[in-house]
């Protein structure tokens, strides 16, 4: 059975899903018997290459905000992170065009390396003193990942590289009704979106693999709309 994941590494609900998505995985009986592949999804597609801008001011900014409230935006969020398990930086984090990542987890993808790229940038994008924009620190990532350095900087370099797969897997999201992220596509027959519970995705992976009717699950769930919008603004 194949799970298909659109998402975003600006995502802090598609960061959040996917601990809860692999928490839910490990308890479904059939779980090596799963393929996951992650598909592409940019929040901010229009938005400037290689720039980036803190991620405090960007909300206060989106929601019209005080810097204050901002900060408390971004502690909400880091609350839920942390009962993951995950690592969640609020302080000096940034936001900026993720094209050139999902172009590399493309690549990523080819060579068999797609999940361990996805963890790093995650995992630096939400939880590191260093910026997942900066093209240095990308292709540092990539090859941390297990990827060639020089075939790495080769796409880097080209930016027609993967382009097409990356659009391609736009294209499909929008095609499928997805108009927010993460979204889960499960055997090409449930669709499930935001930062679901892990005990849901147990028992849609077990209702996907028995054939039945989708389960339900919380349309309030938590996720990134296509405009940049990741959290709720608090009261």
């Keep these: 059975m194949r799970v298909e994941i659109w ?15 692999e928490k839910g995985l490990a308890a479904f009986a059939h779980r090596d018997r799963v393929e996951v592949v992650f598909r592409s999804f940019e929040l901010d597609p229009n938005g400037p290459r290689g720039t980036a801008a803190p991620v405090v001011e960007m909300l206060a900014k989106k929601y019209g905000r005080t ?4 900060r408390g935006m971004e502690e909400h969020v880091a609350a839920t ?5 995950l690592d969640y930086r609020t302080d000096g984090r940034d936001h900026g065009n993720t094209f050139d990542i999902h172009r590399l ?5 080819a060579r068999g390396r797609q999940n361990a790229l996805l963890d790093l940038a995650f995992r630096t994008n939400f939880a590191a003193d260093r910026s997942v924009f900066d093209p240095e620190v990308l292709a540092g990532l990539a090859v941390e990942a297990g990827l060639d ?11 027609t590289a ?5 659009r391609a897997d736009e294209r499909e999201a929008a095609e499928l009704g997805a108009n927010a992220v993460p979204f889960f596509v ?8 935001g930062g679901q519970p892990a005990e849901v995705f147990t028992r849609a992976l077990e209702q996907a693999w028995e054939g039945y009717e989708p389960v339900g699950t919380d ?7 296509p405009d940049g919008s990741c959290a709720a603004p608090q009261a």
Excluded: Q, T
């Design 7 to 21: 998402s975003d590494i600006a995502c802090p609900w598609c960061y959040i899903g996917k601990a809860r998505f």
């Design 67 to 70: 810097l204050d409230e901002a």
């Design 81 to 85: 992170a942390r009962a993951e398990g």
């Design 105 to 109: 987890l493309h690549l990523a993808a």
């Design 149 to 159: 350095e020089a075939e790495v900087r080769a796409v880097l370099a080209d930016e």
């Design 162 to 166: 993967y382009a097409d797969a990356v």
């Design 186 to 193: 499960l055997d090409r027959r449930y669709g499930i979106s």
């Design 219 to 225: 349309p309030a769930a938590e996720a990134c709309e």
